[in-house]
Every structure is written in C-alpha cells, then in structure tokens.
C-alpha cells in the first residue's frame, strides 16, 4: 500500500509539470490573441477614421455637384431666354429686310471665324452693292466661334442679322495630323444653311466667306442665274467664280460657262438641292466633297469667265495656298462704260455742260441665257471647240500665240493635263477625275486678251462630237 502512495506522488510531478507548462502556452496564446485584437481594434480605428475623411469628401463633392447642378439650371433658363430674344430680333430684322411683300431673290450669308479686319472689308464691298436692292438680297453674317471682334464688328452693322454658332463639341478627326479648322467650318456651313433654308424659309442662298469683294453687277448675276436654275434642274449651284480668272486668261465679261467642276467662293445654291446635301454633309472638307461625281448626279455648276468676286484672304486656314500664283492676280469684273451727255439751259441757248455718267456694261436683264440650259449648251460649246484650230506637239504655248483664231490641244491623261496646264500657267489641280473649270473634260480659258484656248480631253471627243484630228 505504501509503494503504490509513493507511485503515486512520483506521477503527479510530471503532471504539475505538464499543468504548468499548459498554462504558460494559453497565456502565451492568450497574450498573441491579446495583440492581433489590439492591432484590429487600431485598424478598425484607422479605417473608421478614413471612413468618415471620404464621407467628409463625398459630403463636400455632392455639395458642389449640387451647386453646379444650380448653376447649370440658371444658365439653362438665362439660354433660353436669350435664344428667344434672339429670334425676336430675327424675326423683326426678316420682317423688315422683307417688307413690302416682296419675295427676296437669295439671302446672302458672310461666313466669319474670327479675322474682324477682313470681315469689314467684305461686309463694306457688300453693303456699296446691296444697299439699293437689300429687299432681294436680305444680308446675314454667320460667326462661327466667340471672337469678340467679330462679333463686335458684325452687331455694328444695323443692314444685317447676324448670326452665331457656337459648337462646344470637341473635334475628333479621321486621320492624323488633319487641321481641326477643316472639320469646325464643315459643321459652320450645315448650321447656317440650315437655318437660312429651314428656320428662315428662304428658297435660296448666297454663301460668301469673310475674305471676298464682290464685283458691281454681282447681283444681277445672280438674279438672272436664280431665273436659269429654276428653268433649268440640271444646275446644281451657280458660281461667281472661275478658277482660272487670273487678268491674262479672261476677256469677255458676258461670257458664262457650264462645267462639271464646284468652283465654290461666291455661289447660290436652291433649297431643294439643300435638302439633298443636308443630311449626308461631311465631317470635313465640304467643297471637295461638292465636287465627287457621286453628289453631281449628273448636274453641272454655272460660272463666269470674269469673276464676280475676288478672294483677298492671304491668311487663313488653307494657310495661303495658291493665293499668290492663282488668287492675287484673279481679275473681278469691272467693266464700265462712260457716256458724256450735254444739258443745254434755257435761259441761254448758246452754252451747254457735259456731264460723264458711268453705268454697268453687262445688262444681265437684257441677256438671253438660254444657250446654257442642258439642251442648248451641249451644241453651242462643242461648236466653239470644234472651230478652233488644232495644235500639237511641243513649244505649244509658242504656237498659240502665234495664231490668230481659237486653238484646241489634245492631251490624253492627267500627267499630259498637267504639264500642258503647267506651260500656259493655269490650274494643273484635278479633283475626282475633273480638272478645274472642265465641262466634259475640255478646258478653255484666253491667250493674249481675246483668243480662246481649249485643252481636250480623251473622252471630250466623244462627249461633244469632236472629230479626233
């Protein structure tokens, strides 16, 4: 009995051994417990903290939304009222630029960015030849853009409504390195013509830009092209422009021309053909986009051989191009004729005084246009390219001077275009497979003042009856 007391006793130190060395693992346990709670509790601490930093945040973000929300409102209603001033002001300025019942002819847009110098300059060319006949040709200018000089200068002007188009949407091109400027005058161009045909009814529109002087029977062009548009619908637009209308190729101030070509810079264009054009308009690059056969359909472009309108516009976004070799030397017509009269007084039989009196040479009313309609004008030029003379071969520029009729010149390709156009020192440009002026591919402009030159295309023969000599 007294052995298995002292067994006994001999098994319980390995026990309290074990007891205590259980009890110092929980504590240790307990005190790594003990420390991760700690660092929780400081990280739910920390977090807490940044919680309410972004609530604060987002508070203070949700209060100035709000503000700008306000802020927004109030410009919203100020917008509006001020688009309703503003077509009040239209519409006073339409009724009374029509008043008296009468149906204006075409209004007539300047379109303007931002060069307040050329603007005036336009707008002071305009105003000598629109004044007298303002209730045919109600005068708007379009600015595309805020420049307050513009604008300025445009509110001076009590003969016109102007107009302005402002486009916050940012500019996202097709291609690399393309100018912007391109794209934000196409987007200007569909604006304002859209408004002048839809919100201000007219039935035609003249369309100039900020940089152009008009010649003094420019709307009496127009007037009588508007009268062969309406007779003819084979016209797309007529044109007071030629690009090759430098002062050594032109003669013949009543000389008008068919051609396949959008010369653009100065031109009227009809409603309905607006309702064509509208809806697929370009992004970019609207007068190359005119001038692709496919939006032709078959019609032509009226031009003069003697613009009626002079580009003066060195800078700006084509960056000066071709102004000093084709734009500088362009001839605006100007022909006059003086006439002396003599007014003999009563009181003395014996004495008279003259008096010169200057009028305008080209009496568009007078002229029968009728020879440019599409069943007449087919036969009356190829007559003209028939009757020339042919020439061929080199020093074709020495050959023609020599002449004294009207000479007609193969060529038969784009390259031999060029270079014939490069030795006379026209346009040697093509766009679409056209080069600049054609009609069926013939070319014609004057050498020393009256005789007239024909480049004759390979398909020009056929189109017009040509004898291939």
Not at 33 to 40: E, M
Not at 63 to 82: T, W
Not at 349 to 361: E, G, L, V
Request: aromatic residues 14%; contains cysteine; proline residues 4%.
């Amino acid at each position: 009995m007294a052995r298995i007391s002292c067994d006994l006793r001999f098994l319980l130190i390995p026990a309290a051994f074990m007891f205590i060395y259980i009890q110092m693992r929980l504590f240790q346990t307990q005190s790594q417990y003990a420390d991760r709670l700690s660092s929780a509790i400081e990280s739910e601490n920390h977090c807490t903290s940044q919680m309410r930093g972004l609530i604060d945040e987002v508070s203070i973000k949700q209060s100035r939304i709000v503000a700008l929300e306000d802020m927004k409102n109030r410009q919203d209603e100020e917008l509006v009222q001020l688009k309703d001033l503003i077509q009040t002001f239209e519409k006073k300025g339409i009724a009374k630029l029509t008043q008296g019942g009468q149906m204006p002819v075409a209004a007539v847009v300047i379109m303007a960015c931002s060069r307040a110098d050329y603007l005036e300059r336009t707008v002071k060319s305009v105003l000598t030849y629109q004044t007298p006949v303002a209730s045919k040709y109600p005068l708007f200018i379009s600015q595309d853009g805020s420049d307050q000089a513009v604008k300025s200068k445009s509110l001076s002007y009590n003969q016109l409504t102007y107009m302005q188009h402002l486009d916050f949407e940012p500019v996202v091109t097709e291609r690399p390195g393309e100018l912007t400027a391109y794209y934000k005058i196409a987007r200007h161009y569909k604006w304002a013509l859209d408004q002048l045909f839809y919100k201000h009814k007219f039935s035609r529109v003249i369309i100039l830009e900020d940089d152009m002087e008009i010649a003094p029977d420019f709307f009496d062009y127009f007037e009588a092209a508007a009268s062969l548009m309406d007779r003819d619908k084979t016209i797309m637009a007529a044109s007071s422009w030629n690009d090759n209308g430098q002062k050594q190729f032109v003669h013949d101030p009543y000389a008008l021309y068919r051609s396949d070509f959008f010369p653009g810079l100065g031109w009227m264009l009809k409603r309905s053909t607006w309702d064509e054009l509208s809806p697929k308009w370009p992004k970019a690059y609207w007068d190359d986009w005119l001038r692709l056969k496919e939006n032709h359909k078959g019609r032509q472009f009226i031009r003069p051989e003697v613009c009626r309108t002079y580009n003066f516009g060195e800078h700006g976004s084509s960056l000066g191009q071709f102004f000093s070799q084709y734009l500088e030397p362009i001839k605006l017509n100007d022909v006059t004729v003086s006439v002396s009269v003599f007014f003999t007084p009563f009181c003395c039989i014996t004495s008279f005084h003259w008096f010169p009196i200057s009028f305008i040479k080209v009496d568009w009313k007078a002229k029968d246009l009728g020879y440019l309609t599409e069943g007449n004008y087919t036969k009356y030029f190829s007559g003209l390219v028939r009757q020339a003379r042919p020439i061929q071969g080199s020093d074709l520029v020495l050959k023609a001077q020599n002449i004294k009729d009207d000479v007609r010149i193969r060529y038969k390709d784009q390259v031999e275009f060029e270079r014939i156009a490069g030795e006379f020192g026209i346009f040697e440009e093509w766009k679409d497979g056209v080069p600049r002026t054609a009609y069926k591919g013939v070319v014609v402009f004057r050498i020393q003042t009256t005789r007239r030159v024909f480049l004759v295309g390979p398909d020009s023969v056929m189109q017009l009856g040509i004898r291939n000599s």
